[in-house]
């Protein structure tokens, strides 16, 4: 017989007096332990035992190591035994078991979890006969043996009049409270154990049920459960398992205090006594394969949903059901040192090197609790040191850091940083939980701005480690405002603008051309600055001809031509001729150069540099020539003097040359002309520049817009220069020269083209030499072999007679009739005399074939004309009194004004009307013939031999079209015309009109007189 060692007898007796006392009581505890068994308590019963075995190891102090088996008998009976480390089983253990919320633990340390003593009545979710084995004693609690107890004491009372108990026990239809009643009994835990709980399991589900709480049991527990350090989990339907070392697995954060007594003040009273808070946080480490269960542990697992990634147990108050948080201060209180202990874990996490922004949690809160508790933390974090800075060592709170939003790279972010208090680094990934926890967030452009202008910074590393991103537009955009350091010490804001000069350049020029420069307005970056990004963000990498054409240089070299300080001029003049010689054209010249080496936009304002002419006078360079030079034969030593010697020592005929001193006469671009327009008033303006040493340059100007039109864009005109500066005795000389040189021969035979315009207009030098050349050239004059009759137009002028063709073309002269442009032709008629004079034929003739020529360039609108004053003769006409005759037929006409006859077959006369601005007769003239003739056929001899006339022709004997008196008419062409005529002459003509054969009206006419004239025949025969 077992020893009743823990008074379970007396137990059982005060429980079953009591019931019999008050059945309501039985009815009580029956429904207490219903409601844990199958409500609260129906799924914990594996966390329920692991929890008791934590306190039990807790109170002995001693690891606790739990072993929880699931196996069957040979009967196939399912039970489930829990056993564990620690203090062995006692009585006031056991009477703490056979309680309802009555624990035993009540005054136990502070660190065990159970303190309720209602945890142990989950068992009765999965078995009715249950067993607490000991080193000290077991007991067993069996809902049978509770039965049979009950029976016999409702038995016993309804012997006595009392059928209460009875009745209360059949109403519950076999649900009792078998742990009300403990019994003593053998059993003993297994070898290495202290105590044992041993189930038999109710039923298949019950076996279910158990096997899936196994299968949960893992790193959350012992991490929920800090007494245990080890549990065992055996089924015989599946492989063992062990859990155990939950550090290896997890970063583990433990905080606890004492609470206020207030804060306690509305729990239960065997609550108000646990006035210790505890919170355990966990953090899986890198590449564990372990995940937070999401639910908060209170210590246990709760229904309240956690969205942090992490296990959370605290010591937070529960509502009955033992699976909610019980809203109130104490759970504020809790929830306070919880946001406190989770931003003290992430801050030793960030201390190590790891990223802790995957553990702030982004989106809508999972509940009520997580949203309290995320609302904490988050402000926790937020003034706890987090975050690796950019640059330096330590960490940044997050209130206090700032990130680029349009920054992702590390090495840029870091090289700001540097520069930057705060600046942290956040990979996209992470840039919504920065937003959670307060980190400013900055465009990199205002990043830009905050740059300090000054300072001792590592510029050129800045530099180097921005490179990398601006390769983005978008990049480049938000560093406009990057200070750049200059070679003078100041710093800039933005690259836009400031020169990087090459080494070898910065090397070859004196350090005073670059003070003189940056004095200018130049601005060089600081050489130790100078890096690739200041390029990509606008600066300037110019080479030395660059360098020569930038604006600072131009506004350098303009400011000094007007300064009356010689000094300062001197300066500037020195500093820009040292950077002239590092071009290589000028550096590699063996002699004089041209404007080629500089350029002609730059050869335009460097003329203004002000050298000394060999009087000692100061003179801008363009106003001097170099001694013993062409130009010094050609050009008058009183227009422009010769360089001091001194000057050409020092720099050299190459340099001095290639900035305006004349070795030869030189081609000056004009950039952008506009027929007409002089462009801006401004004198520094670059055609302005270009065009102060060209003499006469607005009549040019004007000259293009009276021949093309005004407003027409030519474009850039090359301009022979100083024509004016040309000694009295040398022009021939001159002309020869210029004929030589390419350059100087280009640019008096290129004709200036304007936009919506063929006609072609005479150069610069071309115009000028027609105009202003001594001895003086006529407007226009015959080149010889000229198809121009005698007297039209003057001979080359003998001065001049030995110069070639095209020149000679260039300076007037035509070969052709044909070729003379509108202004020539107002010469010419001019030299025919006034309206009414007598022109010899053979002039008209010439005249008039040139007008009629393919080759004649656009309208020539001339104010008088060649017309016809008979059949034969010819005389100078007003062109508002003209007419272009439609055909020969028309030149008969004498009350239509001065007709212009048109050669037949050379051109359409519509064309020639238009090239003299003249009206067609048919324009002017209906051209009816009035009555009718007598049809006559055409002889055969001819109609044989012109097979384009009619066959008949209509004779006259008085023909008048519009009333006028002619000799015949012509209505129509070919063979369909209608020949009008009053004698064999005028048939003649009128049969090779119609025909279109004027030239063989003679042989026609001769034909017609004489039909046997073999010769005439064959004459037309031949054509």
């Not at 109403?171 to 009792?176: A, F, V």
């Not at 922004?357 to 609302?375: K, Y």
């Not at 330590?394 to 920054?407: K, N, S, Y």
Request: proline content about 9%.
């Amino acid at each position: 017989m077992t020893a009743d060692v823990f008074g379970t007898a007396a137990l059982r007796g005060a429980v079953l007096e009591a019931w019999r006392a008050s059945p309501a009581r039985l009815r009580e505890d029956a429904n207490t332990e219903e409601d844990h068994a199958r409500g609260y308590y129906r799924d914990r019963v594996v966390v329920e035992l692991a929890q008791n075995a934590a306190d039990a190891a807790v109170r002995a102090g001693v690891p606790g190591r739990l072993l929880l088996r699931l196996g069957r008998d040979d009967a196939g009976a399912w039970s489930l035994v829990a056993a564990n480390t620690g203090a062995p089983l006692d009585a006031a253990g056991v009477a703490s078991l056979a309680s309802m919320r009555a624990s035993a633990k009540r005054d136990a340390a502070p660190t065990t979890v159970g303190r309720f003593g209602v945890g142990f009545a989950a068992v009765r979710a999965v078995a009715d006969e249950v067993v607490v084995a000991s080193t000290s004693g077991a007991v067993r609690f069996s809902l049978t043996a509770t039965r049979a107890v009950l029976d016999e004491a409702a038995a016993a009372e309804a012997a006595h009049g009392r059928p209460e108990l009875g009745g209360e026990v059949g109403r519950r239809e076999g649900s009792l409270p078998a742990l009300r009643l403990p019994w003593e009994a053998p059993d003993r835990p297994p070898a290495g154990y202290d105590t044992a709980v041993l189930l038999a399991l109710r039923d298949d589900a019950a076996v279910d049920a158990v096997r899936a709480q196994l299968a949960d049991v893992g790193d959350a527990l012992l991490l929920a459960l800090p007494g245990l350090v080890e549990v065992v989990v055996e089924d015989d339907d599946a492989p063992p398992r062990r859990v155990a070392d939950v550090a290896s697995r997890w970063h583990v954060g433990r905080a606890e205090g004492e609470l206020p007594l207030a804060l306690l003040a509305d729990r239960p009273v065997e609550e108000r006594s646990a006035r210790r808070w505890r919170v355990t946080w966990a953090v899986p480490r890198d590449g564990a394969d372990v995940r937070p269960p999401g639910v908060v542990h209170a210590p246990t697992p709760t229904d309240e949903p956690l969205s942090l990634a992490a296990l959370l147990v605290a010591t937070l108050p529960l509502d009955p059901s033992r699976r909610h948080v019980a809203p109130g201060p104490l759970t504020d209180a809790v929830l306070d040192h919880a946001a406190e202990a989770w931003a003290a874990l992430l801050a030793d996490l960030a201390a190590g090197g790891r990223d802790v922004l995957p553990l702030v949690p982004a989106g809508l809160p999972h509940g009520g609790v997580d949203g309290a508790l995320r609302e904490r933390a988050t402000a926790a974090l937020a003034r706890t040191p987090l975050l690796r800075p950019a640059a330096g060592e330590g960490l940044v709170a997050p209130a206090r850091a700032t990130l680029v939003r349009d920054l992702a790279e590390p090495v840029a972010v870091e090289a700001l940083g540097a520069v930057l208090t705060g600046l942290v680094h956040v990979p996209p990934a992470g840039r919504a939980a920065a937003r959670v926890l307060g980190v400013e967030e900055r465009t990199l452009a205002e990043v830009v701005d905050d740059l300090p202008a000054g300072g001792d910074l590592d510029w050129a590393a800045l530099y180097d480690a921005l490179e990398p991103a601006a390769a983005d537009a978008r990049v480049r955009e938000s560093l406009a405002a990057l200070p750049v350091p200059l070679a003078d010490g100041r710093t800039v804001r933005g690259a836009r603008g400031t020169v990087v000069l090459a080494p070898d350049l910065a090397d070859a020029l004196a350090p005073a051309t670059l003070a003189v420069l940056r004095a200018g307005g130049l601005r060089v970056v600081d050489p130790g600055a100078a890096r690739p990004l200041l390029v990509r963000l606008g600066a300037g990498q110019p080479d030395a001809a660059a360098l020569l054409a930038h604006p600072a240089v131009r506004a350098a070299v303009l400011a000094q031509a007007d300064d009356d300080d010689l000094e300062h001029a001197r300066a500037v003049t020195e500093a820009v001729l040292d950077l002239v010689a590092t071009l290589p054209a000028v550096r590699d010249a063996d002699g004089p150069v041209g404007p080629d080496a500089v350029g002609h936009a730059a050869a335009a304002w460097l003329g203004l540099l002000t050298l000394t002419a060999a009087d000692g006078e100061p003179s801008p360079a363009h106003g001097l020539v170099l001694p013993g030079s062409a130009a010094a034969g050609l050009l008058d030593d009183r227009v422009l003097a010769p360089v001091a010697v001194a000057e050409v020592d020092r720099w050299g005929s190459a340099v001095l040359t290639a900035v305006g001193v004349r070795a030869d006469l030189v081609v000056t671009r004009v950039p952008d002309v506009v027929t007409g327009v002089l462009g801006d008033d401004d004198p520094d303006e670059p055609a302005a520049l270009a065009a102060a040493s060209l003499d006469g340059w607005t009549e040019y100007v004007d000259h293009l817009a009276d021949a093309a039109g005004a407003g027409l864009y030519v474009g850039d005109v090359d301009a022979v220069a100083d024509l004016d500066a040309v000694a009295e005795d040398a022009w021939p000389e001159v002309l020869e020269h210029v004929a030589s040189r390419p350059p100087l021969r280009a640019a008096l035979l290129t004709p200036v083209r304007a936009e919506g315009s063929s006609l072609p207009l005479p150069s610069y030098a071309a115009w000028w030499l027609r105009t202003r050349v001594e001895p003086a050239l006529p407007p226009v004059f015959a080149l010889p072999g000229s198809d121009a009759p005698a007297g039209l137009l003057p001979p080359v002028p003998a001065a001049y007679a030995h110069l070639d063709r095209d020149v000679l073309r260039a300076l007037g002269g035509v070969g052709a009739l044909a070729e003379l442009g509108p202004a020539d032709w107002d010469e010419v008629l001019d030299r025919l005399g006034a309206p009414g004079a007598r022109v010899p034929p053979a002039v008209a003739g010439a005249v008039w074939r040139a007008w009629a020529s393919a080759d004649v360039p656009g309208t020539l609108a001339p104010d008088v004309v060649v017309a016809l004053a008979g059949p034969a003769d010819a005389v100078v006409a007003e062109a508002s009194a003209a007419v272009v005759a439609d055909s020969p037929a028309w030149w008969q006409r004498r009350d239509l004004g001065g007709v212009v006859p048109v050669p037949p077959g050379a051109a359409d006369p519509a064309l020639v009307a238009e090239r003299l601005d003249l009206p067609r007769a048919s324009e002017v003239a209906a051209g009816t013939v009035d009555g009718t003739g007598e049809s006559e056929p055409v002889p055969a001899e001819v109609a044989e031999l012109l097979p384009g006339a009619p066959a008949t022709w209509e004779r006259h004997d008085d023909l008048r079209v519009d009333g006028e008196p002619v000799e015949w008419w012509v209505e129509g062409t070919g063979t369909e015309a209608r020949v009008h005529a009053v004698h064999l002459a005028g048939l003649a003509a009128g049969l090779a009109a119609a025909a279109g054969a004027w030239h063989l009206r003679a042989s026609v006419e001769a034909l017609l007189t004489d039909p046997g004239r073999a010769d005439a025949a064959l004459d037309v025969l031949l054509g």
